[in-house]
């Protein structure tokens, strides 16, 4: 069997989830196999036992939202390449090989990430017109993959990075941190401060990715607060004038019922 000592799946694990289990067996099932670890700023029983059952070592630390548990998770990972896994989603079997090979074919890679597609109620969901329209942006982005300038051209129309699809390259990108403050936009924040260091973004165009939508999602949960409106508004006025990034919001919220 094919294994990647310079990767690591970490996967951040949150209270009680029925589709752990699942996205541990997605990792298992790889053809390129990578070390395997599991954070939880929740240490329950279920998360350590599951652990036990598949020989996967448990950390935690004391948590305080989103933005420090992925901080986190990372300060344990030891390899030079780490994706971070959510335990409601699941990856395709040859995500680790083929996205892998792209970050060490291009050695300024800073975030490698595949095109992705959503599962609800068990089923899966047909291209609706807010993944099409992401599936274009990630396209167009990687026309010049390396421009800084082009980058935050396309992620100034909204964020088109599903982020359990990215594979981070530590070693191009130090002293990054993910904001703690935020609670939904803070993966958009993330592409944009890593957008500043000189490098190169690196996409997979397959889907390899199944983003999960259920009810007790945080993604859902914030939308139902409108944390992520706000959230996102303030995105849009670090690319644009004010008047711009609220006509654009209008935009955006209506993707947001895709989500429901």
Request: net charge neutral; proline share 3%; glycine share 4%.
């Amino acid at each position: 069997m094919l294994v990647n000592q310079q990767h690591t799946w970490v996967i951040c694990a949150y209270g009680e989830s029925e589709y752990l289990d699942d996205c541990i067996q997605s990792l298992k099932k790889q053809t390129l196999q990578s070390q395997i670890i599991c954070y939880s700023s929740t240490p329950l029983d279920s998360i350590k036992e599951l652990c036990q059952r598949y020989d996967i070592p448990f950390y935690t630390k004391q948590g305080g939202g989103i933005g420090k548990d992925w901080n986190n998770a990372l300060s344990f990972v030891e390899t030079k390449y780490a994706t971070i896994a959510h335990q409601d989603d699941y990856y395709e079997p040859e995500y680790a090989e083929k996205v892998l090979a792209k970050m060490e074919k291009h050695p300024d890679v800073l975030i490698a990430y595949s095109d992705y597609f959503e599962e609800k109620d068990g089923h899966k969901i047909p291209a609706n017109t807010n993944l099409k329209i992401k599936t274009l942006m990630l396209k167009t982005m990687n026309l010049f993959p390396a421009s800084h300038f082009w980058r935050n051209r396309v992620m100034a129309f909204g964020n088109p990075i599903c982020c359990p699809a990215v594979t981070y390259h530590l070693e191009n990108l130090k002293n990054f941190f993910f904001d703690e403050g935020m609670r939904v936009s803070l993966d958009w924040y993330a592409w944009y401060k890593i957008s500043e260091y000189k490098g190169r973004f690196a996409y997979v165009s397959d889907k390899l990715m199944c983003h999960r939508i259920h009810g007790e999602s945080e993604t859902s949960k914030t939308i139902a607060d409108n944390t992520r409106s706000k959230e996102d508004l303030y995105m849009y006025e670090l690319f644009w004038p004010k008047w711009i990034a609220k006509l654009l919001m209008r935009q955006y919220v209506k993707s947001q019922n895709s989500n429901k």
